[in-house]
C-alpha cells in the first residue's frame, strides 16, 4: 500500500466521525420536524398566534410559552449584563494580579453547578426572599400592571433572577477575553492624554464592543434554552401577562412538565414543535453571537501577533 | 469642559461599581454553597448511598439507584461520545485549512448551544420511539450527544498546541500521518485531554432535563440499559417538586453529592491543567 493511500484513509476515517458530528445535528432538525408535523398541518401558524393551551380539549396555542421564554431572557439580560460587563473589566483592568485567577475560577464554578442545584436553591431559598420582597413593596407601586398580582414568590421576578445569575458567568468570561484582546497601546494612549481609569477604559469597551454584544447574546441563547431551574420558579402559569409577579410558562419548561403527561399524538407533536422553534430561535442567536465574537477576534489577529499555529501541508 | 474633580469622581464610582459587580455575582455563589453544604450534610449519610428509596411518606431511605443509574447513564454518554469527540477533534485539528473541518467547527458550535431540554426531544424521537420504550441507552444516548461538541474542541484545541515540531519530526522520519498523529501528536496532548473528557462528564452528569423522557424514573434498582432507569438530577428534581419534608431533605443530600462532584473534576482539572501549563514551559 501506497504511503499516500494511508494517509488518505486516514482522512476518511477520523472525517467519518467528524461526519457523524454533522449528521448529528442536521438529525436534531429532521428528527423535530418530523416528529411535530401532525401539529404543523393542523394549526399552521394559528400555533404561534393563539394563548389557549387546553390539551384536554385539544387546543393548543403556544403563544404564552414564547412570550415567557422571551420576557424572562431579556428581563435576565437587563439584570446580567451590566454585573458581567463590570466582572469582566474588574478582572482585567482593575484588581491585582494576585486575586485574578481565584477570581475567575469562583465565576467558572458559578457556571459549572447544575441547573437543578439552582432550582432547588430557587425554591426553597430564593422564591421565599422574593416573597418577601413582592410583599413588602408599597401599595401605591403594587397598583402598577408591573407589580399586580398576588405575591407568590414563585413567578417571573423569581426566574428572571435565577436566570441572571446562571447567564453571568457566561457573559462575563467571553467579555473578559474580548477585553484582554483590545491591544495595550490603545490604553496607553488614551492615558498618555491623560484619561482617567474610566475614559481609558471606557474607550477600550467601545473599541471591544462588537465582541461584547457577541458575549452578551452568547447569554442570551443560554438563557432561552434554561429549563430546570425556570421551570421550578417560574409558576408555570401559560398565561400572557406582564406583571413580574405573575406564574407564568417558558418553551423550554412545558416541554420538561408536559412531556412525559402528553396523551395522545397531537399533544406530542405540539410539544415537540415547540421544541423546533426554540431550537432555531437559539440556533440564530448563538450563530449570530459567535459571528460576532469571531469578527472582533478577526480583527485583533491583524492588531497583535498573530497567534496561529504553523499551517499543516495538506494531504493531498 | 468637565472639571478634572467631575472626571476623578466618575472613574472611582466606576471602580466602585465594578467592584460592587464582582460582590453581586459571588454572594449568589456563596448563599447557594451555603445552603446546598449546610442543608445537604444533615442529611447526608451511608444510608444514602447504600438505601433504596423507601415506599411513599416513609421516611429514611437513600438513592443507591439513583447513584449507580447516574454512573451508567453518564458511562454510556463517555462511550459514545469519547470516539466521536476525539476523532473529529483530530480532524478539525490536522486538517484545519479544509472547507469541511469548518463545517464539522461550526456543527459543534451549534450542537453546544442546542438547549439540553431539545437534545432530550431528539433522543426520544431517536431511541425512545423505535425502541417503543424509557431506558438508560436512550439517557446515555441523550448525554452522549451533550458530550460530543465539548470533547471535541478541547481535543483540538489542545492538538493544536502540540508544537509543530514534534509532528514535523514523526514525519521527516517517514511516518504516516496515522503514526505521527496517534503515536506521537495525541500523546502529547493525552493529559489535557482527558482532563477535558473529566470535565465534560462533571458536566453532563449534573444534566436533568435531556433525561426526563428518555431514561425517565425508576424506583426500583436495576442495571438493564433496556429499561427506564433512575439518576441522581430526575431524583432531586421529583423530591424537590415533591410534598414530603423528608423528600426535601433527601433532595439537599443529593445537590450536595452533585456540588461536591463538580468541585471535585473542577479543581482537579485546573490543576492538572496548571501541571501541562509547566510541561509545556520546561519542553
Known amino acids: 500500500m501506497t504511503e499516500r493511500s494511508r494517509d488518505l484513509q486516514f482522512r476518511l476515517g477520523t472525517g467519518a466521525f467528524a461526519l457523524a458530528l454533522v449528521l448529528i445535528v442536521c438529525g436534531i432538525l429532521f428528527i423535530l420536524i418530523d416528529q411535530s408535523m401532525a401539529s404543523i398541518q393542523k394549526f399552521g401558524l394559528d400555533f404561534w ?24 431572557s431579556i428581563l435576565a439580560l437587563a439584570i446580567a449584563t451590566p454585573i458581567a460587563i463590570g466582572i469582566a473589566v474588574f478582572i482585567s483592568e482593575l484588581c491585582p494580579g494576585r486575586l485574578r485567577q481565584p477570581l475567575v475560577f469562583m465565576t467558572e464554578l458559578l457556571a459549572a453547578i447544575p441547573s437543578i442545584v439552582y432550582g432547588l436553591w430557587g425554591i426553597f431559598v430564593m422564591v421565599p426572599w422574593v416573597r418577601f420582597l413582592e410583599t413588602s413593596l408599597p401599595d401605591a407601586i403594587r397598583r402598577l400592571p408591573l407589580f399586580s398580582g398576588p405575591p407568590l414568590g414563585l413567578g417571573m421576578l423569581a426566574a428572571a433572577l435565577i436566570l441572571a445569575i446562571m447567564v453571568i458567568p457566561f457573559t462575563s468570561s467571553v467579555s473578559r477575553e474580548v477585553l484582554k484582546s483590545v ?4 490604553r496607553e494612549a488614551a492615558y498618555a492624554l491623560g484619561a482617567t481609569r474610566y475614559e481609558a477604559i471606557r474607550a477600550a469597551l467601545y473599541y471591544a464592543r462588537t465582541g461584547i454584544v457577541g458575549a452578551v447574546m452568547l447569554g442570551f441563547g443560554r438563557a432561552l434554552g434554561e429549563t430546570m431551574a425556570v421551570t421550578m420558579v417560574i409558576g408555570n402559569n401559560p398565561k400572557v401577562a406582564l406583571s413580574l409577579f405573575a406564574p407564568q410558562y417558558t418553551m423550554a419548561a412545558v416541554i ?5 403527561e402528553a396523551a395522545n399524538r397531537l399533544y406530542v407533536a405540539a410539544l415537540i414543535e415547540i421544541g423546533l422553534v426554540l431550537f432555531i430561535i437559539t440556533l440564530i442567536v448563538n450563530s449570530l453571537s459567535r459571528l460576532l465574537i469571531w469578527s ?16 499543516l501541508e495538506s494531504a493531498a | 469642559m468637565t472639571s478634572t474633580r467631575w472626571r476623578k ?3 472611582s464610582l466606576f471602580v466602585a461599581f465594578c467592584g460592587f459587580a464582582v460582590i453581586m455575582a459571588l454572594m449568589p455563589l456563596a448563599f447557594i454553597l451555603f445552603f446546598v453544604v449546610s442543608k ?39 462511550l459514545m461520545a469519547v470516539p466521536i469527540g476525539v476523532m473529529s477533534g483530530v480532524y478539525m485539528a490536522e486538517y484545519a485549512g479544509s472547507r469541511f473541518a469548518s463545517t464539522v467547527r461550526f456543527a459543534a458550535d451549534t450542537l453546544n448551544g442546542v438547549p439540553s431540554i431539545v437534545i432530550g426531544v431528539f433522543a426520544y424521537g431517536v431511541v425512545v420511539v423505535p425502541l417503543g420504550q424509557f431506558s438508560a441507552l436512550a439517557g446515555g444516548f441523550a448525554l452522549g450527544v451533550m458530550m460530543i461538541p465539548i470533547i471535541a474542541r478541547t481535543t483540538e484545541e489542545l492538538l493544536l498546541l502540540v508544537p509543530g515540531s514534534m509532528r514535523e519530526g514523526a514525519l521527516a522520519l517517514g511516518a504516516t500521518r496515522a503514526r505521527a498523529v496517534f503515536t506521537v501528536v495525541i500523546p502529547a496532548a493525552l493529559p489535557g485531554i482527558i482532563t477535558g473528557v473529566v470535565l465534560a462528564l462533571a458536566r453532563i452528569a449534573g444534566e436533568t432535563a435531556p433525561l426526563l423522557f428518555t431514561a425517565f424514573n425508576n424506583r426500583y434498582f436495576t442495571t438493564s440499559l433496556r429499561q427506564p432507569i433512575s439518576t441522581l438530577t430526575v431524583q432531586v428534581f421529583t423530591y424537590a417538586t415533591g410534598p414530603y419534608e423528608d423528600w426535601h431533605r433527601q433532595a439537599w443530600a443529593g445537590a450536595l453529592v452533585l456540588v461536591s462532584i463538580v468541585f471535585l473534576c473542577s479543581v482537579a482539572a485546573r490543576l492538572a491543567t496548571r501541571r501541562i501549563e509547566r510541561m509545556h514551559v520546561q519542553g
Open chain 1, 49 to 72: 398566534r393563539t394563548s389557549i393551551w387546553d390539551p384536554v380539549a385539544g387546543q393548543f396555542g403556544a403563544l404564552p410559552f414564547i412570550w415567557g421564554t422571551l420576557y424572562s
Open chain 1, 183 to 186: 491591544p495595550v497601546a490603545q
Open chain 1, 256 to 260: 420538561a412538565n408536559e412531556f412525559t
Open chain 1, 296 to 311: 472582533m477576534a478577526g480583527r485583533m489577529m491583524v492588531v497583535e501577533e498573530p497567534a496561529t499555529p504553523p499551517p
Open chain 2, 9 to 11: 469622581l466618575e472613574s
Open chain 2, 40 to 78: 445537604g450534610i444533615l442529611a447526608l449519610n451511608l444510608a444514602f448511598f447504600t438505601h433504596m428509596p423507601t415506599p411513599v411518606g416513609e421516611p429514611g431511605g437513600g438513592m443507591a439507584n439513583a447513584i449507580v443509574g447516574t454512573l451508567i447513564v453518564s458511562g454510556l454518554a463517555a
